[in-house]
């Protein structure tokens, strides 16, 4: 079962940061399914190595565009993903080392972050990024 429904309201009308945003709700969902059906570390492991390399991709697509545009918030909102890199990263080291094992928390950390992220701090660029004729 889906922990993240892909749908209208997280869509911000560019295609190419919504697909990108859609395949991270997907490796949420697939990590939250895996946690499910109590799939092997490795698999786990796997899924967050994938997530993470993802999500840098993702948010290299957005800073490119930042410093292409001279967005205002550009400082503000590569710290927000640094940190999330940074959490994501630390727990996966934790995971491996086994002293953290995938939660009912971080799920619901990943699900709320990334939501949120979208509905707040990226809803502030689109205007900017379709101005400038990115679709």
């Known amino acids: 079962m889906a922990l993240i429904t892909w749908n209208e309201d997280l869509m911000l009308g560019i295609h190419e940061i919504d697909m990108q945003h859609k395949r991270i709700v997907d490796m949420i969902n697939k990590l939250h399914d895996s946690a499910g059906l109590s799939a092997d570390d490795n698999v786990v492991n796997e899924i967050l190595t994938e997530m993470l390399d993802y999500t840098q991709t993702h948010f290299t697509t957005e800073e490119k565009y930042f410093t ?60 900017l990024f379709l101005e400038r004729g990115v679709k």
Do not use: C, P, R
Request: aromatic share 14%; charged share 30%.
């Open 68 to 127: 292409e545009f001279n967005y205002a918030e550009t400082d503000s909102h590569k710290e927000s993903h640094d940190s999330f890199i940074e959490k994501i990263t630390d727990f996966q080291q934790d995971f491996k080392d086994g002293k953290e094992a995938l939660s009912s928390e971080m799920m619901q950390f990943l699900t709320q972050w990334l939501i949120g992220h979208i509905k707040g701090s990226d809803k502030q660029y689109v205007e």
